[in-house]
Antibody, heavy 117, light 109 residues
Framework: EVQLVESGGGLVQPGGSLRLSCEAS????????MDWVRQAPGKGLEWVAR??????????DYAASVKGRFTISRDNSKNSLFLQMDSLKTEDSAVYYC????????WGQGTLVTVSS | QSVLTQSPSASGTPGQRVTISCSGS????????VNWYQQVPGTAPKLLIY???ERPSGVPDRFSGSKSGTSASLAINRLQSEDEADYYC??????????FGGGTKLTVL
């Protein structure tokens, strides 16, 4: 059974950092593109970052709103995906989801990040 | 404001057919496959349609997708009360970023 479980969310002050994790099970992470998608309270879905699969050398892309501040990475040996978030802003407050593949066929339950002083 | 345009709301009565549209451009919908997601508030999104018109296993055939040029549509036949949710279109863009529509809130009257 495919499962994605996010963790690492919490309350952080503006300018601070947070590292989100997404533990994958039921499939081999290295075989898949993986995305982070976020949803601010009461708002729609926003794509954040992509990590491609091994055939694409795990290349990455970022939304303009997070480029230079967020870093997506993975540890395939631990079947885990990460999102390092630095220089956080209040507008980064959202539920963060990890999802599998270009079609995003599986999603985690999400982890809440709140950026506030 | 989203690059992909969806109507903010739609409604229908049980048994009706409802369509939700998603408008983009040549650099996104015109060049890439469209996916659709259903999200019940408070829960994670669920894949409904991928590659413009394919249904994952377990998704009822009441749901169908189509694409023409730079627009895509999601159709829901024989509307049921449990279809009340938010619906999002999504597509990759040539600028190397992912896009979501602003979402359509479907109300079953």
């Amino acid at each position: 059974e495919v499962q994605l479980v996010e963790s690492g969310g919490g309350l952080v002050q503006p300018g601070g950092s947070l590292r989100l994790s997404c533990e994958a099970s039921g499939f081999t992470l290295s075989d898949y593109y993986m995305d982070w998608v976020r949803q601010a309270p009461g708002k729609g879905l926003e794509w954040v970052a992509r990590s491609r699969d091994k055939t694409k050398s795990y290349s990455t892309d970022y939304a303009a709103s997070v480029k230079g501040r967020f870093t997506i990475s993975r540890d395939n040996s631990k079947n885990s995906l990460f999102l390092q978030m630095d220089s956080l802003k209040t507008e980064d407050s959202a539920v963060y989801y990890c999802s599998r593949g270009t079609s995003r066929d599986y999603w985690g339950q999400g982890t809440l990040v709140t950026v506030s002083s | 404001q989203s690059v992909l345009t969806q109507s903010p709301s739609a409604s229908g009565t049980p048994g009706q057919r409802v369509t939700i549209s998603c408008s983009g451009s040549s650099s996104n919908i015109g060049s890439h496959s469209v996916n659709w997601y259903q999200q019940v508030p408070g829960t994670a999104p669920k894949l409904l349609i991928y590659n413009n018109n394919e249904r994952p296993s377990g998704v009822p055939d009441r749901f169908s997708g189509s694409k023409s040029g730079t627009s895509a549509s999601l159709a829901i036949n024989r509307l049921q009360s449990e279809d009340e949710a938010d619906y999002y279109c999504a597509v990759w863009d040539d600028s190397l970023k992912g896009l979501f529509g602003g979402g359509t809130k479907l109300t079953v009257l």
